[in-house]
């Protein structure tokens, strides 16, 4: 059987893309997959064997257990290693030049436009380093075998840049996996707009709330964590001033078993994100909306465009409360007219926006690189 190490220092070991959605695939398919990550214990969670980095309280944690990471890969001896955070390309380079094996490096987003949002780097130097973040990124993974994006225009500029293979497999949810039970919140009101993802002012915290201040019939899920404590505090100290306490409900991060029955007991997805932050990367929360029937109200970036249309959703001015207001209000009362948006979405999930699809892209690339399981 051919081992693989998936390796990360940054997300949780129930990530959905890495854990859920690519591990899962991978031994489903034969391979013997070891996922190397910050947890609790090691141990053994659907074939997958995890192996504990030890517990990571900072992001100076995480980065003095990089040399951790780098020995416990080193010691699996696998024939693949498959890094999912740019601050393990060091790693990567040093396990090519060390072993045999095949080292992938996957790009979760187009992290120049990320670190501009990133609000521990000093604001004085977030231009220079997203400036030059890729020609550092690259001079990195161009030692390794192959690119791996989570949407198709970051792939783009990655072979711009001379890389091969590159190839996007996109976070589409898996559609066996859409289980929806009994409403997990009782609503209140008439009409329910839900948002699923980081709560951050970047994603549209604030504009939720302004929407939500024109459509007194209307209350707000909010499922997901704040970005840090500061965006917390003022988000609640908002709701309170404005007088929507009664109207927005913070649910925390909620297991993915049961997203999917919190999005089908609403009536509209939210998606109102700063343009420039979806230029390249894709929302997964669109097609999580799509795959529960739910039309999508979004703001109009780039990659949102391309899977979004008028048979699915509606888009709004991000600086023009009133007028998203009149079309969210207008889509609220039309019963029927979303009912359709919402079987298109379905279907176009089902045919299309799904990870099992998806998952032979991740598939074949590993079947073109890495001895057969």
């Known amino acids: 059987?051919?081992?693989?190490?998936?390796?990360?220092?940054?997300?949780?070991?129930?990530?959905?893309?890495?854990?859920?959605?690519?591990?899962?695939?991978?031994?489903?398919?034969?391979?013997?997959?070891?996922?190397?990550?910050?947890?609790?214990?090691?141990?053994?969670?659907?074939?997958?064997?995890?192996?504990?980095?030890?517990?990571?309280?900072?992001?100076?944690?995480?980065?003095r257990n990089l040399r951790e990471a780098y020995r416990i890969a080193r010691d699996l001896d696998t024939s693949c290693y498959h890094l999912h955070d740019p601050e393990l390309l060091p790693?990567?380079?040093?396990?090519?030049?060390?072993?045999?094996?095949?080292?992938?490096?996957d790009a979760h987003e187009y992290y120049p436009d990320a670190i501009y949002t990133?609000?521990?780097?000093p604001f004085p130097i977030r231009i220079p380093l997203a400036r030059g973040f890729p020609?550092?990124?690259?001079?990195?993974?161009?030692?390794?075998?192959?690119?791996?994006?989570?949407?198709?225009?970051?792939?783009?500029?990655?072979?711009d840049r001379g890389h091969h293979p590159v190839v996007?497999?996109?976070?589409?949810?898996?559609?066996?996996?859409?289980?929806?039970?009994?409403?997990?919140?009782?609503?209140t009101h008439r009409y329910v707009l839900v948002y699923v993802g980081q709560l951050s002012p970047e994603r549209g915290l604030f504009r939720m709330f302004d929407l939500l201040s024109y459509l007194p019939e209307t209350e707000l899920w909010a499922l997901g964590g704040f970005k840090n404590p500061g965006v917390e505090r003022d988000a609640r100290t908002e709701v309170a001033d404005r007088g929507l306490s009664d109207r927005v409900t913070f649910t925390g991060t909620v297991p993915y078993g049961e997203l999917f029955s919190y999005l089908a007991a609403a009536d509209c997805g939210l998606a109102l994100l700063d343009r420039e932050r979806t230029r390249r990367n894709v929302p997964t929360k669109l097609f999580e909306y799509l795959a529960c029937g739910l039309p999508v109200v979004a703001t109009g970036g780039e990659s949102v465009i391309r899977y979004l249309d008028a048979e699915t959703g509606i888009?709004?001015?991000?600086?023009?409360?009133?007028?998203?207001?009149?079309?969210?209000?207008?889509?609220?009362?039309?019963?029927?007219?979303?009912?359709?948006?919402?079987?298109?979405g379905r279907e176009r999930v089902r045919e299309t926006y799904s990870w099992e699809r998806e998952r032979e892209r991740l598939l074949t690339l590993y079947e073109s690189l890495v001895a057969s399981p």
Not at 118 to 121: D, G
């Open 315 to 344: 888009f709004v001015p991000e600086g023009e409360v009133e007028t998203a207001a009149d079309r969210v209000g207008a889509l609220l009362a039309d019963e029927e007219r979303r009912a359709e948006m919402g079987a298109v």
């Open 135 to 159: 020609r550092i990124e690259s001079a990195l993974a161009g030692r390794l075998d192959a690119v791996i994006t989570a949407d198709e225009p970051t792939a783009r500029e990655f072979r």
């Open 118 to 121: 990133r609000e521990w780097i």
């Open 91 to 105: 790693v990567g380079v040093a396990l090519a030049r060390e072993t045999e094996a095949t080292v992938i490096y």
């Open 1 to 63: 059987m051919t081992a693989v190490c998936v390796l990360s220092t940054v997300h949780p070991p129930s990530d959905q893309r890495i854990f859920h959605k690519q591990c899962r695939a991978l031994a489903d398919a034969g391979y013997d997959v070891t996922f190397v990550v910050h947890a609790e214990t090691s141990e053994v969670r659907d074939g997958i064997g995890i192996r504990s980095l030890g517990s990571s309280g900072s992001r100076t944690d995480r980065w």
């Open 168 to 187: 996007a497999v996109r976070n589409f949810p898996t559609t066996a996996s859409v289980e929806i039970g009994e409403p997990p919140i009782e609503r």
